[in-house]
C-alpha cells in the first residue's frame, strides 16, 4: 500500500484505536490510566524508564512482579544508581538478556552523576544514554513527556503490518511500518491526542487483540480498515524471512558442595551472563562446545544433559558433574571465600538454603534445581 493511501486511511484508523484505549487500556503499575493522562498527568519517567527496558524481549505478564520489587527496592533513579551492580544483576535475574540489566544501572549512574537525576524529554538526548535504543527513547519521549515519537515495538509492528498489509519482509519491511505508523500517530496537541497514550492503546490492541496466532478480528476496532483481515491472511503479516537453524552446543557445570554450601563463581564481565553469580563451567560458548574439564583435581559424578536451554541464536545441553571428594580448603577469615586455585578465584560459598537469594540466570538455576531434587529423591 502506497504512502497516500496510507495517509487518506490514517485520521479515521486513530481515532478509533485512541477511543477503543479510553475503555480497554490495561491497568499497569508503571502506567497512568487514560482518564488521568487526558487532564494532563504523566507518568514517572523513571517507571517508564524501567518498564521499557524490563519489557525487551519479556512478556508484560513476567514484568509486573520484577517492576514492583525493583520500585520497592529502589524507588527512585537515584536510589538504583547507588546499588551494587551485583545485587542489581541478582535481582534481575530470571528475565534474560542481562544485558539490559548492566546498561540499566550504568544508565541510573550517568542520570544521577551528570544529569542530576532528571531524564532528558527529547528523543535525541534519550538516545545518548547507556542501553537506550530508538525504540526506548521513542517510547519515553512519547509517554514520559508526551512528545511526539513514532513508537514502533513488536506488538506495534505486527498490527501496523496487518492493518496496511506491508508484505516487505522483515527486517527491510521495518521501514515501511514506521513510515505507517508516523502517518497514525497524532501531533500531541492535547493530552487525549497524545502520542505516548496512542503507542499504548496500539501496544495493547496488538498484545490482546492482534495477536500472533489465532488473532481476535471480532474485537478489534479497526477490522473495517484492516487490509491483512480483508484479505482473510492475517497471520501472514509481518511477513518475517526464513528461519534458520539453531546450532546446539554442549557445556558443563561443576557442582561443589560441602557444609550445605554450594561454589559458585562471579562470571566474567564481558560475554554471555556476565557479572553474574553461577557455578562454575567448561567455558562453553555460542560459538563452541565447552571442553569439559573441572576446576580441580577430584572424584567426579558425571550427569548427562540435565538441561535443555534455548537462547537467541543457539541452544544448549548441559551435564553436570558433581564433585565427590571429601574436603576442600577454605580460607578461615571467610567463610565463604574459597581458596581454589586461579580457575577459581573469588567464588564463594553460598548456603544450598539460601540459593534463591544468589540471583542465579535461568540457565544455572535450572541446573541447581535439578540437582537439588536429586538429592531430596536420594
Known amino acids: 500500500m502506497g504512502v497516500d493511501k496510507i495517509t487518506g486511511k490514517a485520521q479515521n484508523i486513530t481515532a478509533k484505536i485512541s477511543a477503543h484505549y479510553v475503555d480497554n ?89 551528570n544529569l542530576s537525576g532528571i531524564f532528558p524529554s527529547e528523543e535525541k538526548e534519550l538516545l545518548k544514554l547507556p542501553g537506550i535504543g530508538a525504540y526506548t527513547a521513542a517510547a519515553i519521549a512519547a509517554i514520559a513527556f508526551g512528545q511526539r515519537a513514532v513508537v514502533v515495538d513488536a506488538n506495534i509492528e505486527r498490527l501496523v503490518a496487518r492493518l496496511f498489509a506491508i508484505d516487505t519482509p522483515l527486517p527491510k519491511g521495518k521501514a515501511d511500518i514506521r513510515i505507517a505508523m508516523d502517518a497514525l500517530t497524532p501531533d500531541a496537541r492535547t493530552p487525549r491526542d497524545s502520542a505516548g497514550d496512542f503507542a499504548q492503546a496500539c501496544m495493547d490492541i496488538g498484545a490482546s487483540i492482534c495477536s500472533a496466532k489465532a488473532p481476535k478480528c471480532e474485537t478489534c476496532p479497526v477490522q ?54 553461577a557455578l562454575p563451567d567448561d567455558d562453553w560458548a555460542a560459538g563452541k562446545d565447552g571442553h569439559g574439564q573441572p576446576p ?13 536451554h534455548s537462547f537467541t541464536h543457539f541452544s544448549l545441553e548441559v551435564d553436570l558433574a558433581v564433585y565427590q571428594t571429601e574436603k576442600i580448603v577454605i580460607n578461615k577469615g571467610d567463610n565463604r571465600k574459597a581458596e581454589l586455585g586461579p580457575q577459581l578465584d573469588d567464588a564463594i560459598w553460598w548456603p544450598v538454603h539460601e540459593i534463591e537469594d544468589a540471583g542465579l540466570p535461568t540457565l544455572f538455576a535450572k541446573a541447581v534445581d535439578w540437582a537439588v531434587k536429586r538429592k531430596l529423591k536420594e
Open 25 to 113: 487500556a490495561r491497568n499497569l503499575p508503571w502506567r497512568v490510566p487514560p482518564e488521568l493522562s487526558a487532564a494532563g498527568r504523566l507518568p514517572d519517567p523513571y517507571h517508564v524508564w524501567l518498564s521499557e527496558v524490563m519489557l525487551q524481549q519479556t512478556t508484560v505478564a513476567a514484568v509486573i512482579a520484577y517492576f514492583q520489587k525493583f520500585t520497592k527496592r529502589w524507588p527512585t533513579v537515584a536510589d538504583l544508581a547507588k546499588a551494587d551492580e551485583a545485587d542489581v544483576l541478582a535481582a534481575w535475574a530470571g528475565l534474560g538478556y542481562y544485558a539490559r540489566a548492566r546498561n540499566l544501572h550504568k544508565c541510573a549512574c550517568y542520570v544521577c552523576d
Open 224 to 277: 473495517a480498515d484492516c487490509a491483512a483481515y480483508a484479505k482473510g491472511d492475517q497471520e501472514r503479516y509481518p511477513v518475517k524471512p526464513p528461519k534458520k537453524a539453531k546450532p546446539t552446543r554442549r557445556g558443563r557445570f561443576f557442582w561443589i558442595e560441602q557444609d550445605d554450601k554450594l561454589l559458585l563463581v562471579t562470571r566474567p564481565a564481558k560475554g554471555m551472563l556476565g557479572s553474574m553469580r
Open 296 to 308: 580441580l583435581d577430584g572424584n567426579w559424578q558425571l550427569h548427562e544433559n540435565v538441561v535443555q
